[in-house]
């Protein structure tokens, strides 16, 4: 293992501000607003701040104040923060972002979570610091192997997870490869299945109005989704030359997935650290990379045939855009602490981190990892 630190040379905030600065924009029609995705005016608006007005310096020097380090682990680099508690006897907790997400979703949690819990925050091999993959095969499975890899290195026989998105799955993939070792795992943004059979005769009321509503994102917001999952290197070329595409193709889903109550996605989620999120992509040439993990992930017969149920406690997080019914994640899952929230979204460590720390304190400390 070896320090680490941001230091992105300043030819690549050259280069990113003259293509910024250089972007063909795309005509849009009258009067569709974000019907048909993100909006001519708006981006150019977003593209204008952040090629004149944020720093990407300050925020380079926010990830650098907490300790990093690089390793490699199958073959791949994998990054991470590393932040202890003053406590000695407190929790490992592994942070697991999700996409399009990156070490930069945890940032605002660090403070809230350090007196109880020593914090590994990975990159996600593919994603961010990581570096972009070098070969086919990165399975979530073999990313849980790998974390658990991890863990191991860093002298952490019993610890907990959080995931979100991505890391919701994750981690549960973790708790069934090493039960000895995860006292529990806590996540939000979980995508339950339902499988062949749904069993909505089985359902509540308000289960039966969660899983139309995933249907109804699956028809009209899933196609990111399919394009990552089956084309990723075409979708690549595009992300990686254009730094506004890749905005655009990041903002849309902070609008779509943030708390319904907020106009825009600066309203849910601060916009420097939106811009932060998508600079990571952008500075690392990582939008491919974590695209071609969705392709793996739908083309894995393993990730989609039935599991044995984790006997890991687990803790689920419901925010007001979240699909997770409860009926079909304890057919996978030993459900011990199911939290609704009235707000908050998808990105719960950005839009309301205080909520989502409090309610991690308080499984793990029904689990007696926290006193």
């Given at each position: ?6 230091q ?14 250089a972007?063909?924009?795309a ?20 593209v204008?701040?952040w ?6 310096r300050?925020?380079e ?26 406590n ?5 907790l ?8 990156s070490?930069?979703e ?12 020593h914090?590994v ?6 994603y ?10 990165w399975t979530?499975?073999r ?14 026989g019993?610890y907990g997870?959080?995931?979100?998105d ?20 806590h ?6 299945v339902p499988?062949?059979d749904?069993?909505?005769d ?5 289960e039966?109005?969660?899983?139309a509503?995933?249907r109804d994102?699956?028809r009209?917001?899933g ?9 990723p290197q075409t979708?690549a ?13 990041i903002?849309?889903r ?6 319904p ?24 040439g990582?939008?491919?990379?974590a695209?071609h993990?969705?392709y793996?992930?739908l083309?894995d017969?393993g ?6 149920r984790?006997?890991?406690p687990?803790?689920v997080?419901?925010?007001?855009t979240?699909?997770?019914i ?7 899952n ?15 460590a ?7 720390a409090?309610?991690?304190?308080a ?5 007696g990892?926290?006193t």
């Amino acid at each position: 293992m070896k320090p680490y630190r941001v230091q992105i040379p300043q030819t690549d905030l050259d280069d990113l501000h003259r293509r910024l600065r250089a972007t063909r924009w795309a005509p849009d029609l009258p009067g569709t607003g974000w019907s048909r995705g993100v909006p001519t005016a708006y981006l150019r608006e977003l593209v204008d701040y952040w090629c004149t007005s944020y720093d990407w310096r300050a925020a380079e020097a926010e990830l650098n104040s907490h300790p990093q380090f690089v390793t490699t682990i199958d073959g791949a680099r994998m990054h991470f923060l590393h932040v202890r508690s003053a406590n000695p006897d407190a929790l490992p907790l592994l942070l697991l972002h999700g996409w399009p997400g990156s070490v930069v979703e945890f940032l605002d949690m660090i403070e809230l979570l350090t007196a109880d819990f020593h914090l590994v925050i990975p990159s996600l091999p593919g994603y961010g610091f990581s570096g972009p993959l070098t070969e086919p095969g990165w399975t979530d499975g073999r990313t849980a192997a790998a974390l658990t890899t991890l863990m191991e290195r860093l002298g952490y026989g019993r610890y907990g997870i959080q995931g979100g998105d991505v890391g919701a799955f994750i981690a549960p993939l973790m708790g069934r490869a090493a039960p000895d070792r995860v006292l529990g795992i806590h996540v939000n943004a979980l995508v339950t299945v339902p499988g062949d059979d749904p069993e909505e005769d089985s359902l509540t009321d308000q289960e039966r109005k969660r899983l139309a509503a995933m249907r109804d994102w699956q028809r009209n917001e899933g196609a990111y989704l399919q394009l990552q999952g089956t084309s990723p290197q075409t979708l690549a070329h595009a992300l990686h030359d254009s730094p506004a595409g890749q905005l655009g193709w990041i903002v849309e889903r902070f609008k779509d997935w943030t708390d319904p109550a907020a106009d825009l996605p600066e309203d849910a989620v601060n916009r420097d650290r939106i811009l932060t999120d998508v600079s990571v992509y952008w500075f690392t040439g990582t939008a491919g990379s974590a695209a071609h993990t969705y392709y793996e992930r739908l083309n894995d017969p393993g990730m989609w045939g039935s599991q044995p149920r984790s006997p890991v406690p687990t803790g689920v997080a419901v925010f007001s855009t979240d699909h997770a019914i409860k009926y079909y994640a304890e057919k996978a899952n030993t459900i011990v602490h199911w939290t609704e929230f009235d707000r908050g979204g998808h990105f719960a460590a950005l839009e309301c981190p205080v909520l989502l720390a409090t309610d991690v304190r308080a499984f793990f400390h029904s689990l007696g990892g926290v006193t």
